[in-house]
């Protein structure tokens, strides 16, 4: 079926390095892309997104990059800070009219080193 | 706080018991959904709600869970006759119903069956 999913299922950084977190999805239907951020105990935090007519979206420290020819989205984290250390995911519009109803990847943990 | 709320954050229930969770989506908000999370994956789809009209239902939703949008307002979710596996996170969200705008997530009811 259609899924989304991670490379990486952990990341480890130094504070103040650049991080960079990949996801590969299926679906070559999917038209809508979004980044969320998890911090444990919490709901998913919206971070930035992108439309499949763009490949390339920059935020406050955040820039998502999408490539549909590989099918493949990443998200990079600039100065990365210990406050940055979650869960993220990557999520994909599952199609239709409702661009709520997402397809999440598994999910990659990132470790911010002091 | 203006925020997708969700009430109770925790529940703990006997297997076999029936529970009930409610989402206040944000005010005018128009699209509301419900997901489930278990521990390490990402969110999963359950049913969204347009107003007061719920237009889809995944397949992950049996026969034992209802939900509804009575004022196409808050929303309940009810599992009757719970079991273990029914032990996870219950998202709510809510989006405007606009193409390409994001779903804000709630902090989560953390739903333990014993």
């Known amino acids: 079926g259609e899924s989304v999913g991670l490379h990486l299922p952990t990341l480890s950084v130094q504070e103040g390095d650049n991080s960079i977190i990949n996801c590969a999805y299926s679906?070559?239907?999917?038209?809508?892309f979004i980044w969320y951020k998890q911090e444990s105990g919490k709901g998913p935090q919206f971070i930035i997104d992108?439309?499949?007519?763009?490949d390339k979206r920059q935020g406050q420290r955040v820039t998502v990059l999408l490539n549909k020819t590989v099918k493949h989205l990443s998200l990079q984290i600039a100065a990365t800070q210990p406050g940055d250390s979650a869960v993220y995911f990557c999520?994909?519009?599952?199609?239709?009219?409702?661009?709520?109803?997402?397809?999440f990847g598994q999910g990659t943990i990132l470790t911010v080193h002091p | 706080d203006t925020g997708v709320s969700q009430n109770p954050r925790h529940k703990i229930t006997k297997r076999g018991q029936n529970v009930t969770f409610r989402c206040d989506p944000i005010?005018?908000?128009?699209?509301l959904y419900w997901y489930r999370q278990t521990l390490g994956q990402g969110p999963e789809f359950l049913t969204y709600?347009?107003?007061?009209?719920?237009?889809?239902k995944s397949r992950l939703l049996s026969d034992r869970f209802s939900a509804e949008r009575p004022k196409g307002s808050f929303s309940t979710l009810e599992i009757q006759r719970t079991e273990q596996g029914d032990s996870a996170m219950y998202l709510c969200?809510?989006?405007?119903?606009?193409?390409?705008?994001?779903?804000?997530f709630g902090q989560g009811t953390r739903l333990t069956v014993v």
């Open positions: 992108i439309r499949s007519n763009m």
């Open positions: 005010s005018e908000h128009n699209r």
């Open positions: 999520a994909e519009n599952a199609g239709g009219t409702s661009y709520g109803k997402l397809t």
């Open positions: 969200a809510s989006s405007p119903g606009q193409a390409d705008t994001e779903a804000f």
């Open positions: 679906n070559s239907a999917s038209d809508y």
């Open positions: 709600f347009q107003n007061e009209a719920q237009l889809e």
